[in-house]
């Protein structure tokens, strides 16, 4: 009976895809039709198999599946599979979903493929970095294409989260503090992971997932999973707008967060999940939550029991339990009680079958199971040229003092560091299935490029721990060398979930080696890698230089080498502010003033610390370049900017060192007075250039009402009257200035 009703599928599907192939928009009436074609099929418990996803055990003790889960997707108890992968794991896995399940509805498999599946690009932080969305959108489609070659079809990506606490490990996954810039990010990435096209059936792409929805990325204390408690306003100007933005640029899948939000965990939260993100922000995929973050209620303190917990998260509008098992247990029983209609089922069944169709996991089940396929894409040249590229532009030089970079080949080098033989670092965290083994460390491409000869290798210091037994040898090493080369900065799990820090400083004793090696005279070059922004005070001032390289990925190690010699000239800029303590923590370039702001002339009575200057060490926007730029005052088309006009802002910035180079060119405005308080600057616009040694560049910004829109006191979304500030330079704190208006209607 089995094989006859999915032959019967079969052909009805056969039927709809010659009739309206297999590339459709969510709210196709066709498309529909094919989704309650299956619906009409299912048994209640098989419509709550579809709502159910559990992980392999892949990632703890190879491509295996528990037995009970096995059983389960043979029932049509379990319609979605994670951390499942490769071509042969994954056609095994779909076989006992289509051929032994008694409708063979195709499994989904997801993965956390965040900045790439075996070729790993720049943890996100670092990615945002380089202020280039081409350049992070192709590293999106490189994850994509080698994560669907892998058998994958869905990624857990991208973490639009915005935030301004870097004790939060999780910062490493998100694009900084920025609404405009993470937003631009935010799409960029969806274009990468679904295709410009966001055509899903593309055996090339992969489903996107929006997280975490919403605000997770504000926790008290920066403590991850803690607490966020904002004002709606805050909310709605700030950190909402990269998740619309990803959802406007197609996404289908959002995932949840595991924070409360306004008092109710987002996972049972109805506002976020159905009258904010389906009713206004027209969301029309599936809600999947975070891992077990509907039993998490319990303890949130909002359900008695984990049936209870089930109850508020289908409610709320949240169609795929992960790992849970809540939806398995307790969702068939509440609905022959009568504790939930099944027509709110049929609903998240429709919204998960709308995206297997879409997919086109209907026509072929085994579609991303080419083992061919695989092995062309898999670590493709390209791709590895790629994942270069995005490691280079990614750095930020934050000091170069003398000129002490670049690096001139043939010079005697001292390289100090547990991290720069360290290749598993490079990965940084969420590194999918990306292999170390396959990688040159930072040492072994300093020695292939300035001869094994010319370099000097001592470790020094670990990256964490007291131990200075190797002190001695490290100034041994800087004493006969021209320059020193120190890599320093956290171990890898420091950052990224469940990795939060009180104390973001560099660890261990590493500071302590730094000092003794100034001590020898040498020119001291800083190498960092880490997920965070740190506390570099002391570090800043014993370095000559300081290169911050992330975590740079795959071809991490060839990227820092070509920099530090000047075959790439540095162009990132942060997109997080670096504090110059952590008592500064928060501290973010787009703050409001107070009522008695910094510059007043009172020497104590104003906003200000008693033992440290408010402003930070490194601003946002903030990195050098082996060149110098020179910026035009600002040339405005006009100082009046009509309700339905626009103005245009232009500024010459010109490059009068000695190197080629790109410059981020970044534009600001604040709005001087306004019904509600406004922050003393906001992103509105950039553009990254590359000028040529001794030119100069013409760069024009256009400047429209929509831009500086903002939630007014009666919190409709609008532009208001008045006075305006504009700002364009290099950096958030580094800029040119002049003004506008907006007359009154």
């Known amino acids: 009976m089995r094989h006859t009703i999915y032959q019967m599928l079969l052909i009805s599907f056969s039927v709809f895809f010659v009739a309206c192939g297999s590339k459709q928009s969510s709210g196709d009436a066709a498309l529909d ?16 198999g579809q709502l159910v996803l559990y992980t392999s055990d892949w990632d703890v003790t190879g491509p295996t599946l528990r037995s009970t889960y096995m059983e389960d997707i043979r029932k049509g108890h379990c319609g979605n599979i994670f951390n499942a992968h490769t071509t042969a794991y994954v056609r095994e896995l779909q076989r006992i979903a289509v051929e032994e399940s008694r409708l063979g509805i195709p499994l989904l498999f997801g993965y956390d493929v965040i900045h790439g599946h075996k070729t790993i690009f720049p943890i996100s932080l670092g990615e945002s970095a380089s202020w280039d969305l081409e350049a992070i959108e192709k590293g999106a489609r490189v994850a994509a294409i080698e994560a669907a070659a892998s058998g994958l079809n869905w990624t857990f990506a991208p973490m639009v989260d915005i935030s301004v606490e870097p004790r939060w490990g999780r910062v490493s996954e998100g694009a900084g503090e920025d609404p405009f810039l993470g937003s631009k990010i935010a799409a960029a990435r969806v274009r990468g992971f679904q295709g410009k096209d966001n055509d899903l059936s593309d055996t090339l792409t992969v489903l996107a997932t929006v997280k975490h929805f919403a605000a997770y990325g504000a926790p008290q204390a ?56 389906r009713d206004q922000l027209g969301f029309k995929g599936f809600v999947v939550t975070d891992y077990t973050s509907i039993n998490e209620m319990v303890h949130h303190g909002v359900a008695a029991d984990d049936a209870e917990a089930g109850l508020l998260a ?27 209609d099944e027509k709110l089922i049929d609903e998240s069944v429709r919204r998960v079958l709308k995206v297997k169709f879409m997919l086109g996991l209907f026509d072929d089940p085994y579609r991303y199971c080419n083992s061919e396929r695989e092995k062309r894409y898999v670590y493709a040249p390209e791709h590895l040229e790629a994942a270069l590229d995005v490691a280079k532009k990614s750095m930020v030089l934050l000091k170069n003092d003398n000129q002490v970079l670049p690096l001139t080949k043939g010079e005697k080098l001292a390289v100090i560091g547990e991290l720069a033989t360290s290749t598993r670092d490079m990965l940084g965290s969420w590194k999918a299935a990306g292999d170390w083994d396959f990688m040159k460390s930072s040492l072994d491409e300093l020695k292939a490029y300035n001869g094994e000869g010319n370099i000097i290798f001592a470790e020094g210091a670990k990256k964490q721990g007291t131990d200075r037994s190797g002190f001695a ?24 979930e469940a990795a939060s820090r009180t104390d973001i400083s560099v660890p261990g004793v590493q500071t302590e080696l730094l000092a003794e090696l100034k001590k020898t005279g040498k020119p001291i070059v800083v190498v960092l890698m880490n997920g965070r922004p740190l506390v570099l005070e002391r570090e800043n001032a014993l370095a000559d230089a300081m290169l911050e390289t992330w975590y740079p990925g795959t071809m991490g190690g060839k990227a820092i080498t070509q920099v530090l010699f000047g075959e790439y000239n540095p162009s990132g800029k942060l997109t997080m502010t670096f504090p110059l303590n952590l008592g500064q923590v928060p501290v973010y370039y787009n703050a409001k003033n107070t009522g008695r702001p910094i510059y007043l002339p009172n ?16 601003p946002f926007g903030y990195g050098l370049s082996y060149t110098k730029f020179e910026y035009s005052d600002i040339t405005l088309s006009t100082t009046e900017l009509s309700a339905n006009g626009e103005l245009t802002a232009k500024v010459v910035v010109k490059n009068t060192g000695k190197y080629d180079g790109e410059e981020v060119v970044q534009m600001y405005v604040r709005d001087l007075v306004g019904s509600v308080t406004r922050p003393v600057k906001e992103l509105k616009g950039f553009e990254k250039v590359m000028i040529k040694a001794g030119e100069s560049k013409e760069v024009t910004f256009k400047i429209t009402p929509d831009m500086l829109a903002f939630h007014r006191i009666d919190m409709t979304y609008g532009t208001e009257p008045g006075d305006y500030k504009l700002f364009i330079g290099g950096n958030s704190r580094d800029v040119k200035e002049t003004g506008f208006k907006i007359p009154a209607p």
Do not use: C, H
């Open 33 to 48: 039709q094919k989704v309650d074609s299956v619906l009409q099929l299912m048994t209640l418990e098989e419509k709550i």
């Open 222 to 277: 920066g403590r991850d999973y803690n607490t966020v408690d904002m004002s709606e306003r805050t909310f709605l100007d700030v950190y909402l707008p990269p998740y619309k933005a990803a959802i406007d640029a197609g996404a289908m899948s959002v995932m949840t967060s595991f924070n409360e939000l306004d008092g109710v965990p987002a996972t049972g939260n109805k506002y976020l999940m159905t009258d904010l993100l």
């Open 314 to 340: 289908i409610k709320a509008g949240v169609d795929m339990d992960m790992q849970g098992e809540v939806y398995f247990k307790y969702l068939k029983k509440q609905v022959e009680d009568g504790l939930v």
């Open 473 to 496: 040898a490290a100034v041994a090493a800087a004493r006969r060398a021209d320059k020193v080369v120190f890599f320093m900065g956290e171990d890898w799990e420091w950052s990224g």
């Open 603 to 618: 020497d104590k009575y104003k906003s200000k610390y008693i033992d440290s200057p408010n402003d930070p060490l490194f």
